[in-house]
């Protein structure tokens, strides 16, 4: 099961890319994405990881399983934190990377979902490895 687990991310990773794609290929409707959403959204995501990671080991009396490619997640977002943020950020950063492909055809609603989608990336990666070194003598 260890080595199925990489092809499985990267089916998630395909499938994310490829939903970030059709998103800008149809008329967005009534999406009204402005800058303040999106900097609400990068700065939501850049502190949830630390407040997810600070929950789960207020739970637990043992150390959190660090994030593997080669392992599922157990017990999911207060069991295994760190886990459910690398898939989280797989995702988001597949949506963003797919999304950049129809930007050049992409009306401005168009354009302000890729950057929604780059600040959602962003923020949890980069929160991520803000509750990785914060959090660093808690992971296992």
């Given amino acids: 099961m260890k080595r199925l687990w990489p092809w499985i991310y990267l089916a998630l990773f395909a499938a994310a890319f490829c939903g970030g794609l059709s998103v800008l290929g149809k008329t ?12 609400i959204s990068f700065f939501g995501l850049l502190v949830f990881p630390s407040l997810a990671v600070a929950f789960a080991r207020s ?3 043992t150390s959190l399983p660090a994030a593997s490619f080669s392992r599922g997640f157990r017990g999911g977002w ?10 989280t950020s797989l995702l988001l950063s597949g949506m963003f990377l ?3 492909f129809t930007l050049p055809h992409a009306a401005s609603q168009g354009v302000m979902v ?4 780059a600040a959602m990336a962003l923020g949890t990666a980069a929160g ?7 959090f660093r003598g808690s992971v296992a």
């Fill in 28 to 39: 967005q409707g009534h999406t009204n994405v402005d800058w303040v959403f999106i900097t």
């Fill in 78 to 87: 207060w069991a295994d934190p760190l886990q459910c943020l690398r898939i």
């Fill in 59 to 61: 739970r637990t009396t």
């Fill in 114 to 117: 890729v950057w929604w989608y």
């Fill in 128 to 134: 991520e490895l803000i509750a990785l070194k914060a």
């Fill in 98 to 100: 797919g999304s950049l």
